[in-house]
């Protein structure tokens, strides 16, 4: 069974970079049929996706946040990991990692998520 | 970007059926058969009910259905269980990025 499962600091200070590491274990990060992928979550609000990345590292971003994001993978590890920089207040939320195939375009496998905090 | 528009909430009564619309564009819904459905219970990761418009992974209900007819998409759940109580968000494909919907909440009275 596929799990992924995300770390990293869950409180970041406004202006400075969010880091967080999504591990995948019982599969291959390196499989050619899935993207893996990034989405959060603010408080109270909607899913919103940040980016995606392939095993060879080919990335998509979020137009709206394209400046602030680095995703990276490390096929060694089976893991992929996210930066966000530049956070504000705004940037306050659940982080999810995800597995979607690229065929139907879905995020079939989920990570339970993190709660990263932007505050002083 | 904009977000698919979605109902902020609907309801219905056990075994009785709902349906949940999601609005996009020419860019988005109207331009591919890549919309897919998440159901998200409180304090849990999404779930993925639908895919590619109409189709359940295994597992998933059969009492849940997808349909798309232009820029708008739409999840029917028949037959309304205590259980489906919980946030529905739709998202598609948009060429290189994906966008979802802001996301209904589904009230089971």
């Known amino acids: 069974q596929l799990q992924l499962q995300e770390s990293g600091p869950g409180l970041v200070k406004p202006s400075e970079t969010l880091s967080l590491t999504c591990t995948v274990s019982?599969?291959?990060?390196?499989?050619?049929?899935?993207?893996w992928g990034w989405i959060r979550q603010p408080p109270g609000k909607g899913l919103e996706w940040i980016g995606s990345i392939y095993y060879s590292g080919s990335t998509y971003y979020n137009p709206s946040l394209k400046s602030r994001v680095t995703i990276s993978v490390d096929t060694s590890k089976n893991q992929f990991s996210l930066k966000l920089s530049s956070v504000t207040a705004a940037d306050t939320a659940v982080y999810y990692c995800?597995?979607?195939?690229?065929?139907?375009?879905?995020?079939?496998?989920w990570g339970q998520g993190t709660l990263v905090t932007v505050s002083s | 970007q904009s977000a698919l528009t979605q109902p902020a909430s609907v309801s219905g009564s056990p075994g009785q059926s709902i349906t949940i619309s999601c609005t996009g564009t020419?860019?988005?819904?109207?331009?591919?058969?890549?919309v897919s459905w998440y159901q998200q219970h409180p304090g849990k990761a999404p779930k993925l009910m639908i895919y590619e418009v109409s189709k359940r992974p295994s597992g998933v209900s059969n009492r849940f259905s997808g349909s798309k007819s232009g820029n708008t998409a739409s999840l029917t759940i028949s037959g309304l269980q205590a259980e489906d109580e919980a946030d529905y968000y739709c998202?598609?494909?948009?060429?290189?990025?994906?966008?979802f919907g802001g996301g209904t909440k589904l009230t089971v009275l």
């Open positions: 019982g599969g291959s990060i390196s499989s050619s049929s899935y993207y």
């Open positions: 995800a597995r979607h195939t690229i065929a139907a375009a879905a995020f079939d496998y």
């Open positions: 998202c598609s494909y948009a060429g290189t990025r994906w966008v």
């Open positions: 020419s860019s988005d819904v109207g331009s591919y058969n890549l």
